[in-house]
């Protein structure tokens, strides 16, 4: 089942763990080497938000996110919210939410996130049975 209703919010207010200038620096150093990396993609469409402009974006996610959260916009979201490059977007986009992990509670970029039915099913269905 497809739980992505293409919302678009988890491309409105971007969060990773890298500050920009790490961005720029890590991408510099990868497309040096030749390595593929998510941040060569990164530093050429993701753009810094202060924390007011990611709450206008956003509201409801920022509100969940800490307060030193690295916080970005990516110029390839669409007016119609899909992505202009969905067959070259990086690992990040590609894995969001749960990156191969379990599923857990955490923040998902919108409170109609589709998403949220697995973390409904972990912990109210699944883990009574455990
Ligand atoms: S917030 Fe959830 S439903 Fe919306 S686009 Fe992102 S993954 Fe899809
Ligand atoms: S590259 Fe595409 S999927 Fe990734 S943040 Fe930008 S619009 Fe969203």
Redesign the pocket.
């Known amino acids: 089942m497809e739980l992505c209703n293409k919302c678009g919010a988890c491309?409105r207010v971007?969060t990773v763990e890298q500050a920009p200038q790490e961005i720029q620096a890590i991408a510099s150093v990868t497309k040096l080497l030749g390595i593929p990396s998510d941040m060569i993609f990164a530093a050429q469409?993701w753009h810094p938000l202060s924390r007011e402009e990611a709450r206008q974006r956003n509201p409801f996610y920022v509100e969940r996110l800490p307060a030193d959260a690295n916080l970005y916009w990516?110029d390839?979201?669409g007016s119609d919210g899909l992505?202009m490059?969905h067959q070259t977007?990086?690992l990040v986009?590609r894995g969001y939410p749960w990156y191969d992990q379990p599923v857990r509670d955490m923040a998902l970029a919108d409170q109609d996130c589709g998403y949220a039915l697995d973390i409904v099913s972990e912990y109210v269905i699944r883990r009574p049975e455990m």
Request: glycine share 0%; with cysteine.
């Open positions: 491309c971007l469409h990516c390839q979201l992505c490059s977007r990086p986009c």
